[in-house]
């Protein structure tokens, strides 16, 4: 009896280590920051900026400067001797992909884009720019290529500001290349209209199309 009574005992001793468990806390790891994702490597974007924008981006400096070093936390300079926008991340720059973002919106006013438009480069992630040139969609010379540019812009830029605001896109057509800053589905619908414009198609005729291709992408969304 003493025996049974005993390992009874022993028994419920077993049972309230068991029960006893420690929970053990789970470790807290503060999030990278964006100097230490890349090693504390310092990155660097260049762009260059041609003779005929030189003047506009000295006018709109401290537009460009101010949102880029204040806000996205990047170092930006003018250098002068090889007339590039140089840009460089710092210790406190929240985000890698800050710097990509503030080269394309340098980038973007270089091409001739308004400083709102371009702006909107920084605060919004689904926008891009595309460019292409006239030779690409068709080999065009002398009058053939003037008769081509005058139809993208249209009397007074009629054409250009239908497409511009039919597709939500931003155009700027500078010689024989063409930029178009938008999201990609509606640069798609832009660049399609200018090529029928370049091959040859009446304004009217690219007009109706685009009614449609906008009729079916906002029944889309």
């Known amino acids: 009896m003493q025996s049974n009574k005993g390992a009874a005992a022993s028994m419920e001793v077993e049972e309230t280590v068991t029960t006893e468990t420690k929970i053990v806390a789970k470790p807290n790891f503060k999030p990278l920051t964006a100097h230490e994702v890349s090693d504390g490597q310092i990155q660097f974007r260049k762009i260059p900026v041609p003779r005929h924008r030189y003047t506009p981006l000295k006018k709109a400096w401290m537009d460009i400067y101010t949102p880029i070093y204040d806000q996205m936390k990047i170092d930006i300079r003018m250098n002068v001797k090889t007339r590039n926008v140089e840009m460089m991340t710092r210790r406190d720059t929240p985000d890698v992909s800050n710097l990509q973002k503030c080269a394309d919106f340098v980038h973007a006013f270089v091409l001739g884009f308004d400083m709102i438009d371009s702006i909107a480069l920084l605060r919004m992630d689904e926008l891009y720019v595309d460019s292409f040139e006239i030779k690409d969609v068709k080999t065009l010379k002398g009058e053939h290529l003037s008769r081509a540019i005058g139809r993208l812009s249209g009397k007074g830029g009629k054409t ?3 497409i511009e605001n039919s597709t939500k896109t931003r155009i700027v057509i500078a010689d024989t290349k ?10 798609k619908v832009a660049r399609d209209s200018l090529c ?5 198609s009446p304004a009217g005729k ?7 291709v906008t009729a079916r992408l906002a029944e889309r969304f």
Do not use: C, T
Not at 178 to 187: A, K, P, Q, V
Not at 196 to 200: D, N, T
Not at 206 to 212: E, F, H, N, P, Q
């Open 160 to 162: 250009k500001f239908a």
């Open 178 to 187: 063409i930029h178009i800053l938008g999201s990609f589905s509606n640069i």
């Open 196 to 200: 029928s414009l370049i091959m040859g």
């Open 206 to 212: 690219v007009y109706s199309k685009l009614r449609a």
